[in-house]
């Protein structure tokens, strides 16, 4: 069964820093493309990053580019998400799903809420 | 950046009717298009790729079509545990991969 769950959401003041971790199992973690996925509180989804299997490529969406850096380890099967310079419209829920462009498989999210 | 537009935002039917969701995008994203389905407090569960194609375990009273830049899900005969909130996204121009602002679908 592929499961995936993140953790290292938190409150944090504005102008902060914090990283993410989503651990996948159930699957050749790998194989595939790993994406982050945000939703603030009350709002729809906004596609924030994701990054090739063997890590060599990864993407952004414009607000977060140069604040925030995806990555992965594949000997733990692990992804996370970097976050700099936090901003109160960073605060959302943010899911790890798998795979680069449309997701099956996603976790549950963790929560990360940016204010003084 | 591609532009997805969905209406209406909410969606008032009876149980047993039929729902018509529609998605439009700015530019043409071909047949790369999904659709998804969220509850409160849960994460989106993908119910339709490739514009039309249902993903596994999606019952067939859900169905999707268009192409280019018009889409619509049909839910056919609502149920009760189809009260949800319903996204659609690009996938044909990225980055960045983009969704619409979403579909209430509400009991009326």
């Known amino acids: 069964e592929v499961q995936l769950v993140e953790s290292g959401g938190g409150l944090v003041q504005p102008g902060g820093s914090l990283r993410l971790s989503c651990a996948g199992s159930?699957?050749?973690?790998?194989?595939?493309?790993m994406s982050w996925v945000r939703q603030a509180p009350g709002k729809g989804l906004e596609w924030v990053a994701n990054?090739?299997?063997?890590?060599?490529?990864?993407y952004y969406v414009d607000s977060v580019k140069g604040r925030f850096t995806i990555s992965r380890d594949n000997a733990k099967n692990s992804l996370y998400l970097e976050m700099h310079i936090l901003r109160a419209e960073d605060t959302a829920m943010y899911y790890c799903?798998?795979?680069?462009?449309?997701?099956?498989?996603w976790g549950r999210g963790t929560l990360l809420t940016v204010s003084s | 950046e591609i532009v997805m537009t969905q209406s209406p935002a909410t969606l008032s039917v009876s149980p047993g009717e039929r729902a018509t969701l529609s998605c439009r995008a700015s530019?043409?994203?071909?047949?790369?298009l999904a659709w998804y389905q969220q509850k409160p407090g849960q994460a989106p569960r993908l119910l339709i790729y490739?514009?039309?194609t249902r993903a596994t375990g999606i019952p067939a009273r859900f169905s999707g079509s268009g192409s280019g830049t018009e889409f619509t899900l049909t839910i056919s005969s609502l149920q009760s545990e189809d009260f949800a909130v319903y996204y659609c996204?690009?996938?044909?121009?990225?980055?960045?991969?983009?969704f619409g602002g979403g579909t209430k679908v509400e009991i009326k």
């Open positions: 799903a798998r795979d680069g462009r449309s997701w099956v498989y």
């Open positions: 159930g699957f050749t973690f790998s194989d595939y493309w």
């Open positions: 990054i090739m299997p063997d890590g060599s490529e990864k």
């Open positions: 530019l043409s994203v071909s047949s790369n």
């Open positions: 490739g514009a039309s």
């Open positions: 996204q690009q996938y044909n121009n990225w980055p960045p991969l983009t």
